[in-house]
């Protein structure tokens, strides 16, 4: 919408109006410009105003009848493509953690059972029901048997149980190994301590391994980036570091980490492939540079960090796991051994006929040079030719030991 006025002009002779003079478009506002504001732009929604309409005044020279400099947002355009998702590592159970077991020294088990035994014996010799081979070995005076009551049968059946309980709750730690308990399904803690101890024989132990372990695979199948079947050998090492996880969170931590290592090897060697194209260039066959599975220090650490994340939540640490072997699949291991010596002859070839190139031209421009012969075109080339077949024959003939 432009803001402009228009009227006849004056005319020549001092301010009389002339009816066929054109008319002409004056500004009301002297040394202004004005713009144009969109009809559209004044009935769009309020509530999502438009990106155009976002704009901030920068500045205004004044006395220049300038307009007003806006600095606009960024234009609308179509969406950008999200990108690709990364799987998530499966959570963890937060209210399972590693925590430290109840457990005694193993002395007070062994004394409470003999502090146990001990009443239990002295009440069969008080009843007389004490072996007569036992108290002569005691040098203990024997008392006549009267039978037993139904109250000895109760002391005699809780020295028993004391027995059993004191006794049943002796075990022994030994070093890169671990109890993990629980009692009617239920964690109770773990215990780390070496040596003699005494755990409650109520609790259900399980042992752990959590030394330093490496575990290789076997072949296993997988593809690269361009689909080529491989077959993948695999060094894992690693070692439990939450004991409660590892035995209570995943039914087999040790299958667990084996379909791991083949699942992450899967999606880490799909990504590059196992050997770079080859392409023709003006020195010969080269070799493109792009990344490939024969960098292992790249492969094994991309594999170690996707294993790491996987492994994590059931309590398995990862500290590598390289790549000790990737060959290509025996159905196509003879097929791509023979891509690949055509390819080294290609480049020993490229290499050859560089060499004698270069030794011809040496050849030629210091005969020249030197003045020793002159030669016109004809005969050059012909020099030239007998030059190329003689190093070329050479240099390619196989050499005798």
Known sequence: MSTTTSGPAPGPEGGGRSPAAPSRH???IAQ?????????????????PPVALRTAVVGRRQGTGEQPRVARGPAAGPPAAPAPARRAAPPADPGLAERPGAVLPGWTGLVAGACALAGTGTVLWGAGAAPAMVTRLLG???????GIGLGLWCLLALGVVLVLFTLGGIGR????????????GE?????????LLWMSPLLLRRRVDVRLRHWRSDPMPAVDADG??????????WRVRDTARAVLGVEDHEEYLSEQVESAMARVLSQLPLDAPSVSGAGGLLHEETPTLRDAEAVGGALTRMLSAECAPVGI???????????????????????????????????VLTSV???VDDTVTRLTARGLVELDDYERKALVKDLTVAFYASRSAPREE
């Open 317 to 351: 640490e990862v500290f590598s796991a390289q790549p000790v072997g990737i060959e290509y699949a025996p159905e196509v291991a003879a097929a791509m051994q023979r891509t690949q010596i055509a390819a080294i002859d290609a480049r020993h070839r490229d290499r």
């Open 32 to 48: 202004e410009a004005t713009t144009e504001i969109p009809v559209h732009l004044l009935f769009r929604d309020t509530d999502s």
């Open 173 to 184: 730690g030994t070093v890169g190994h671990v109890w993990v308990l629980t009692q009617f």
């Open 140 to 146: 203990l005076t024997p008392y006549p048997f009267h």
């Open 187 to 195: 964690y109770r803690g773990s215990v780390r301590r070496t040596g």
């Open 228 to 237: 080529t079947a491989l077959r993948v050998v695999v060094l894992v090492v």
């Open 26 to 28: 004056t500004p009301v």
């Open 357 to 359: 190139v270069d030794a």
